[in-house]
């Protein structure tokens, strides 16, 4: 029922930058944290960036200060900036409201690949 949409995602070399963006359908998003997710294979899926409706961010350790999340609540659209990308970036990117307001369903995610 609800959809999202992850999009942006692409290889790039380290060091050097992405914006993925992320469509949600509905407008209860745009009064809900959402947040950017990343998984590996075989990894649990991580949490890296949170925004709150009012611009409030989080991010994790591992990415602070290379990463800026932010948002058009207009437009439904949340988006990650990603500078002096590593490969260990290298993930599917995911988009979802934080709990408990998560879509049960997920989006395809996108693919971000950062080569050594």
């Known amino acids: 029922q609800v959809q999202l949409v992850e999009s942006g995602g692409g290889l790039v070399q380290a060091g050097g930058s992405l914006r993925l963006s992320c469509v949600a359908s509905g407008s209860i998003f745009r009064l809900t944290t959402m947040g950017w997710y990343r998984q590996t294979p075989g990894k649990q899926r991580e949490l890296v960036a949170s925004i709150t409706r009012g611009g409030s961010t989080n991010y994790a350790d591992s990415v602070k200060g290379r990463f800026t999340i932010s948002r058009d609540n207009a437009e439904n659209t949340v988006y990650l900036k990603m500078d002096s990308l590593k490969p260990e970036d290298t993930a599917v990117y995911f988009c979802?409201?934080?709990?408990?307001?998560?879509?049960?369903?997920w989006g395809r995610g996108t693919q971000v690949t950062v080569s050594a």
């Open positions: 979802n409201a934080l709990p408990p307001f998560s879509a049960p369903s």
